[in-house]
């Protein structure tokens, strides 16, 4: 038996990689960007200190910052309500597929893992105003004048959120696919011996018990989606109108295109900020729905 100082030894070793790992690649690289968030610096010239006159700036008259945050919650509203209600919908259909259940389980799966740039370069064909297959089949089926869905500015957030949602979809399906899988069976055994409907046994027992699951689920899908750029920025580089920009593309516009890294390490700071507030948000919201089995 190892005494317990040399157990805590070997645990320090093995978990001693992972940490340095972290300091060196995360946190000090983090740290560093709130240094250079109270500088005036284009990368090229010698910086220069200007304290909090970024923050001041980015709080009292960036109007595009503003803009790019209203799209982000605009984005980020759009994709909980489709990937968190379409994920959900999915899971409780495949929870009763006996046959075939792990063929349907990959085959959702599949967009997960596909790279996000080529599925917005096949989603950008598809949305094509003139030939994409989705104005093609409106077309067919009596739409005349189908919208351009990436060129007017009421269709392309919507346009990039469904792309987006439809790559995320999957994952989230597994996961309410594991939550609904962990109620115990004898529970709906119970319900169902009470003359318990289907479509009252999943508003009292289904909701309720996946309450730990969907609390996961739509705090994982928020900070996503917080963090959008990929999708932005294939499919519509942030426009028409600068109505697809988001936080994440308009702090990378302004390090790498204008070359203020300054300010940008400044927007990076004003993002997490607003990332960390939701998410604590949703924790003090959460304690007073959260389901505890075996809580009076």
């Known amino acids: 038996m190892l005494s317990k100082k040399k157990a805590l030894l070997i645990a320090a070793c093995f978990l001693a990689p ?16 709130f240094a250079i968030s109270l500088l005036d610096w284009n990368m090229i010239t010698q910086p220069k200190f200007v304290g909090f006159k970024n923050y001041v700036y980015m709080l009292t008259n960036d109007i595009f910052f503003r803009k790019a945050m209203i799209n982000t919650v605009y984005y980020t509203a759009g994709s909980v309500i489709i990937i968190t209600v379409t994920s959900l919908v ?3 259909m495949l929870n009763h597929v006996k046959k075939y259940s792990t063929f349907f389980r990959t085959m959702y799966f599949v967009p997960n893992v596909s790279s996000l740039v080529a599925v917005a370069l096949i989603w950008g064909w598809m949305y094509n105003s003139d030939f994409g297959l989705i104005n093609n089949i409106l077309r067919v ?16 957030m919507p346009a990039v959120i469904l792309m987006s949602s439809w790559t995320q979809i999957g994952f989230f399906t597994v996961i309410f696919l594991a939550g609904l899988q962990n109620i115990p069976r ?26 730990p699951t969907t609390f996961f689920v739509l705090i994982m ?33 302004k390090a790498f295109r204008d070359q203020e890294m300054g300010y940008a390490s400044a927007l990076s700071w004003g993002l997490f ?12 919201v959460q304690k007073r729905w959260f389901y505890y089995e075996g809580r009076d």
């Open 18 to 33: 992972h940490f340095i790992g972290f300091l060196i690649f995360l946190l000090l690289p983090v740290l560093e960007t």
């Open 273 to 284: 900020l607003c990332i960390f507030i939701v998410t604590l948000a949703q924790i003090t």
């Open 221 to 253: 899908v928020v900070i996503n989606s917080f963090q959008v750029f990929e999708q932005s920025y294939v499919l519509t580089k942030g426009g028409p109108a600068f109505s697809t920009t988001t936080a994440v593309m308009y702090i990378y516009y």
């Open 141 to 156: 089926i009596g739409i005349s004048d189908p919208p351009g869905w990436l060129t007017d500015i009421r269709w392309s």
């Open 90 to 92: 999915i899971a409780l």
């Open 186 to 211: 004898h529970v709906y055994e119970a319900a169902e011996i009470d003359g318990g409907r289907k479509f009252r046994i999943f508003f009292n027992i289904t909701l309720p018990l996946l309450r």
